[in-house]
């Protein structure tokens, strides 16, 4: 099979197109040849050698992919070969040919392409676990999310809409915000030009925000804290500006505040499996009516890796971006 390779840690021309023999699954596992594979921030940090994959899985990239089984493993009965999946799996995305849990596998939602498709675990996932799970957002809660414009962040709006929650977020152009509230979100924050800390206070009549997600970091650590209702509850999924800050903790206790985080791809196979279980009963059903679509931004040729790691180190995409094999 062809797949990406990482010559040396580094920038996006470190990823070059090689082949190797495909994987063989092991027993609960299934082989996927895969159509596409999303691109995903993980996957950029790994490249520049900040991001191990954890042990047993494979070092190549990539974190979710969509396409046809072609391989099934011992003890396997949900699946056959021919069944139209996407999956989120621990590594090997980027390329031909993966092996995945078999519990870690939706069915390809009707009316999506394979293309979309792959484009929905690893956000979907993320999502589901952290607001609606870690965070237990409620309808009617106010939300909000950072990076609205990102593949989290276009998820994240539209999942909490269809909960029933109230959804604000932050991005970085106007046509960013504009992209975000045709999503859903009742507000979309310019951080360039205006304090979402100001802007959101006003727009919830000085209550603040019940859930935030954040994988900014740096110094909106304090600031979401300075806007969390009370009994609120912030989840950080990523420090893009930083892990460390100077923060009054004062707030924290008064406010009865939550502060979590987590990380995805170390997580075991049980724990991936219920949360595929929670997304075919709750966020396919939106997809296939309809309600919830994929927000792509740009396919490259899956020998192009370097291209597509480029434009998401730009920002200036919008939703996802996807690797075609």
Not at 37 to 59: F, K
Not at 182 to 188: K, M, N
Request: proline fraction near 5%; glycine fraction near 10%; charged fraction near 20%.
């Amino acid at each position: 099979m062809k797949f990406i390779d990482i010559l040396q840690s580094g920038g996006p021309e470190a990823l070059v197109l090689r082949e190797a023999e495909a994987p063989l699954p092991a027993v609960g596992e299934v082989r996927i040849r895969v159509a596409a594979a999303g691109v995903n921030r993980p996957d950029v940090i790994q490249r520049m050698g900040l991001y191990p994959a954890p042990p047993g899985a494979s070092p190549i990239l990539g974190l979710e992919v969509a396409g046809e089984i072609d391989q099934v493993g011992e003890g396997v009965t949900d699946w056959t070969v021919g069944d139209k999946v996407c999956a989120l799996v621990n590594g090997g995305g980027y390329a031909e040919q993966v092996c995945v849990s078999a519990r870690q596998c939706l069915p390809v939602p009707t009316g999506v392409t394979l293309e979309e498709a792959a484009a929905l675990p690893e956000t979907c996932f993320t999502v589901w676990s952290n607001v609606f799970e870690r965070a237990a957002l409620k309808p009617g809660e106010t939300f909000l999310v950072h990076g609205g414009s990102s593949g989290i962040g276009t998820t994240a709006i539209q999942m909490a809409s269809l909960w029933g929650a109230q959804v604000y977020t932050t991005a970085g152009s106007a046509g960013k915000c504009n992209a975000c509230r045709q999503l859903g979100a009742l507000e979309a924050i310019n951080y360039r030009e205006q304090d979402f800390v100001e802007v959101l206070r006003a727009a919830t009549s000085g209550k603040g925000v019940d859930v935030t997600l954040d994988m900014v970091g740096g110094d909106y650590i304090a600031r979401n804290i300075k806007l969390a209702a009370m009994d609120g509850r912030i989840v950080n999924i990523a420090y893009l500006q930083g892990s460390v800050a100077n923060v009054n903790f004062m707030p924290v206790m008064l406010k009865r505040l939550t502060l979590t985080g987590s990380t995805l791809r170390p997580q075991s196979t049980e724990t991936k499996a219920k949360l595929a279980k929670a997304l075919r009963q709750t966020v396919w059903p939106w997809i296939e009516a309809g309600r919830m679509r994929v927000v792509m931004s740009a396919t490259f040729p899956l020998a192009q890796a370097s291209a597509a790691h480029a434009l998401m180190e730009s920002n200036a995409h919008i939703g996802k971006i996807v690797l075609l094999t």
